[in-house]
T-cell receptor, first 113, second 114 residues
Framework: GAVVSQHPSWVICKSGTSVKIECRSL??????MFWYRQFPKQSLMLMAT?????????EQGVEKDKFLINHASLTLSTLTVTSAHPEDSSFYIC?????????FGSGTRLTVV | AQSVAQPEDQVNVAEGNPLTVKCTYS??????LFWYVQYPNRGLQFLLK??????LVKGSYGFEAEFNKSQTSFHLKKPSALVSDSALYFC????????????FGKGTKLSVKP
């Protein structure tokens, strides 16, 4: 089946720094990648839709200048949290769409201190 | 608006007993419905989906779900629960209006006691 490799699994960073999260589709081409955010004990909320070779589509209320999404190839999508603050601490998950359906990355636990 | 509701925050069952995790949906048109399981600090694992066909869908790890159009429900079931089934379960529906992202319910924590 399809696999999405997401790195890092967890990261701790200082306020004001930037963090990049990578999602790679290992055995399929993901023309579309969805990025979700999950707060503790809450559901997954769609942040943005990433399309290869074009600008990402952000959901209402998500700051596009803060959460930079790049989908430069069919197998790699990245989410960069810029100038991170403690309120950005969360669990971030990507999912790629393939013939197998929706394939989720393992998630990234971001803690901003 | 398209949405998914999981009315129970937590479900507690004894090992060996049947379990049900409830889900109702609200979409326009025919729904594409999914169930996922999440273990702590992990991504989501696919359990099963309903696109079309038989209303009773069988999935991974002995789980099944029944699509009920009249009640707009898609409850997850398992005849005999295992302690290892303890996890967070999400029901989801495909958003037909956009690029096909999933809309998730709030999740239900399943606790299976020995």
């Amino acid at each position: 089946g399809a696999v999405v490799s997401q790195h890092p699994s967890w990261v701790i960073c200082k306020s004001g720094t930037s963090v990049k999260i990578e999602c790679r589709s290992l055995d399929f081409q993901a023309t579309t990648m969805f990025w979700y955010r999950q707060f503790p004990k809450q559901s997954l909320m769609l942040m943005a839709t990433s399309n290869e070779g074009s600008k990402a589509t952000y959901e209402q209320g998500v700051e596009k200048d803060k959460f930079l999404i790049n989908h430069a190839s069919l197998t790699l999508s990245t989410l960069t949290v810029t100038s991170a603050h403690p309120e950005d601490s969360s669990f971030y998950i990507c999912t790629g769409v393939s013939n197998y359906g929706y394939t989720f990355g393992s998630g990234t636990r971001l803690t901003v201190v | 608006a398209q949405s998914v509701a999981q009315p129970e925050d937590q479900v507690n069952v004894a090992e060996g007993n049947p379990l049900t995790v409830k889900c109702t949906y609200s979409v326009s048109g025919n729904p594409y419905l999914f169930w996922y399981v999440q273990y702590p600090n992990r991504g989501l694992q696919f359990l099963l989906k309903y696109i079309t066909g038989d209303n009773l869908v069988k999935g991974s790890y002995g789980f099944e779900a029944e699509f009920n159009k009249s009640q707009t429900s898609f409850h997850l079931k398992k005849p005999s629960a295992l302690v290892s089934d303890s996890a967070l379960y999400f029901c989801a529906v495909r958003d037909m209006r956009s690029q096909g992202n999933l809309i998730f319910g709030k999740g239900t924590k399943l606790s299976v006691k020995p």
